[in-house]
Nanobody, 122 residues
Framework: VQLQASGGGLVQTGGSLRLSCAASGRTFSAVAMGWFRQAPGKERAFVAAINWSGGNTYYADSVKGRFTISRDSAKNTVYLQMNSLNSEDTAVYYC????????????????WGQGTQVTVSS
C-alpha cells in the first residue's frame, strides 16, 4: 500500500479542513487506517483511526467531538474532517495503515504517507 496525504493548509482558529489520504494497492479495503500528527518539537501522536469496514472509529481525547475520520473504499481514500481548529492542532498530519494490533500505537502502523502541513492561525 502506498499512501498520499493531502488537504492541509493555513486556516484561522475555529475553521475547518478536510484531509484526504489516497491509497494505492489492492489490500486497502482490508486494513485499518490511522492519522497521526507531529507538532514542532514534539513526537508524532495518534489522532484517529478507522477499521477496515468503517464501523469502528478511534480518537485521541484532544480531538474527540471536533474531528471525524471516515473512509470511501470505492475511492481508496480515508478522510479526516477537522472542525473547530485551534493553534494546538498545528502539525504535520500523516496517514498510515495498521500492520499489527495496537490501534493507538505509532509502532503498529506502516506505509506512512509523506505528511501534509496544517497551520492554524489566531
Amino acid at each position: 500500500v502506498q499512501l498520499q496525504a493531502s488537504g492541509g493548509g493555513l486556516v484561522q482558529t475555529g475553521g475547518s479542513l478536510r484531509l484526504s489520504c489516497a491509497a494505492s494497492g489492492r489490500t486497502f479495503s482490508a486494513v485499518a487506517m490511522g492519522w497521526f500528527r507531529q507538532a514542532p518539537g514534539k513526537e508524532r501522536a495518534f489522532v484517529a483511526a478507522i477499521n477496515w469496514s468503517g464501523g469502528n472509529t478511534y480518537y485521541a481525547d484532544s480531538v474527540k467531538g471536533r474531528f471525524t475520520i471516515s473512509r470511501d473504499s470505492a475511492k481508496n481514500t480515508v478522510y479526516l474532517q477537522m472542525n473547530s481548529l485551534n493553534s494546538e492542532d498545528t502539525a504535520v498530519y500523516y496517514c498510515a495503515s495498521l500492520q499489527r494490533p495496537g490501534v493507538y500505537l505509532e509502532s503498529s502502523y506502516g506505509h506512512w504517507g509523506q505528511g501534509t502541513q496544517v497551520t492554524v492561525s489566531s
